[in-house]
């Protein structure tokens, strides 16, 4: 199987560019890809991770990646996808989120070795050009009716928000760059999510025009539920690649969350493996979905690409943890997690002689009353072991960290200090 035909294999292409000629370039020789990331946050989320990944795939090919971070687009705002324009930002936010989501950029990127990815920022070749020689070397080579042609300018033109000159110019600065990099580091690629078909096809063009010389888009299915709700939005907002935006264990726990409809779809598109271990995975899954062995594997596999292999099985140490396992086992990096995430209440071991007040304390129980009726149902534990009414919590050997762990039924945590 090619390349081309492995990523339509995994559902990772929606539009291309002349299909077999690509498919050729690529399997004539390393070929310069790339992926732009606007800074429109400080931190990157789970909805830009496909393109991330889609570097390393290529890079793992063998192909030079070039991934991109917009200081100078982020200064304008894509209106690709969007309904109203975005708030723009002061240079020097701009400057910290680029500082920010280039650390992410690096981490799953391999930027040493034989092959090393090359990180690129737009505003290095844009905020210095005067405007005059951008309207006469660029703006002249890309006419009004074709950059009304392109999706992302008609659908918000039709909009009641309109479109601003400045959101116009986007598709100009983004083709420029593909120009640019083109020029500098012979890059014959863009690829994006699907919204960005107008942006990219603007750059082939300009190159075209330019260099008289050929280049390359692909695309990418934009990714929903199966339910047809937005990918990478939670309860509590957006997953977070920065882990004080969203915690490894959390981020874990998103995954682990993924429907048994879309996991074939979220494996096939994010994982590395290759399609026969997918395949092999999907297969054991189908006999035990209860088990969720592929949402494991895809959690796992991607909090190991984003937070590292040891913050990966501390997660994983972690949920088992709250989810069934013997706490006592946990080691102290799993009780670090789990303290992460938990709420704690220290109290004095004179505390711990009213349980059903201590229980109250820790919000497991409405009222003392509750508290001692959960008891005689032996609905509370303290690290694994079953409660009664004459239990006294501060006798329990405390965990790693010197916690205890307070739970009521499979799913309500607290934990606990106890000073003397």
């Known amino acids: 199987m090619d390349f081309i035909a492995e990523l339509d294999a995994r559902g990772l292409i929606h539009d291309t560019t002349d299909r077999e000629q690509l498919s050729a370039r690529l399997a ?34 063998g ?46 990127l391999d930027f040493s070795g034989v092959n090393p990815a090359t990180m690129v920022n737009n505003a290095d070749w844009t905020v210095q050009m005067p405007l005059l020689d951008f309207l006469r070397d660029i703006g002249k080579h890309v006419s009004v009716p074709q950059m009304l042609g392109k999706d992302s300018v008609k659908s918000r033109l039709s909009a009641e928000s309109g479109l601003s000159f400045t959101e116009f110019s986007y598709m100009l600065l983004q083709a420029n760059d593909f120009r640019h990099l083109h020029s500098a580091h012979n890059v014959e690629l863009q690829m994006g999510g699907s919204d960005q078909w107008g942006n990219i096809t603007a750059g082939i063009d300009l190159i075209r025009r330019t260099a008289s010389a050929s280049a390359f888009g692909l695309t990418w299915p934009l990714l929903t539920k199966s339910d047809g709700t937005k990918f990478g939005k939670t309860a509590s907002g957006a997953v ?63 909090t190991a690409m984003v937070h590292g292999e040891r913050a990966a099985s501390a997660a994983d140490a972690a949920a088992a943890v709250l989810f069934g396992s013997d706490p006592r086992e946990a080691d102290a990096e799993a009780m670090r997690v789990v303290a992460g995430e938990l709420s704690l209440t220290e109290v004095s071991a004179a505390d711990c002689e009213d349980l059903p007040a201590l229980l109250v304390q820790c919000g497991l129980a409405k009222s003392k009353g509750d508290a001692r009726r959960t008891l005689e149902q032996r609905g509370f534990r303290c690290n694994g072991e079953v409660l009664d009414l004459d239990s006294n ?28």
Do not use: C
């Open 240 to 302: 977070w690649l920065d882990p004080e935006r969203t915690s490894p264990y959390q981020f874990r726990q998103f995954w682990l969350q993924t429907d048994d409809a879309d996991v074939r779809d979220r494996l096939m598109r994010f994982s590395l493996k290759l399609l026969e271990e997918i395949e092999e995975i999907l297969v054991q899954h189908a006999t035990a979905p209860h088990e969720r062995v592929a949402q494991r594997a895809l959690a796992h596999e991607l």
């Open 393 to 420: 919590v501060s006798e329990i050997a405390p965990l790693k960290g010197g916690y205890r762990l307070m739970q009521k039924g499979r799913t309500s945590h607290h934990l606990l200090q106890i000073f003397s």
């Open 63 to 108: 192909h030079r990646v070039f991934p991109l971070a917009g200081g100078a687009t982020g200064m304008v705002g894509d209106p690709s996808g969007r309904s109203e324009e975005r708030n723009l930002l002061t240079r020097d936010e701009l400057e910290h989120n680029v500082r920010s989501i280039s650390n992410q950029l690096e981490g799953i």
């Open 28 to 61: 004539s020789g390393p070929i310069g890809v790339y992926v732009g990331f606007d800074p429109t946050a400080d931190s990157l989320h789970v909805g830009h991770l496909l393109g991330q990944v889609g570097l390393r795939r290529f890079q793992l090919n």
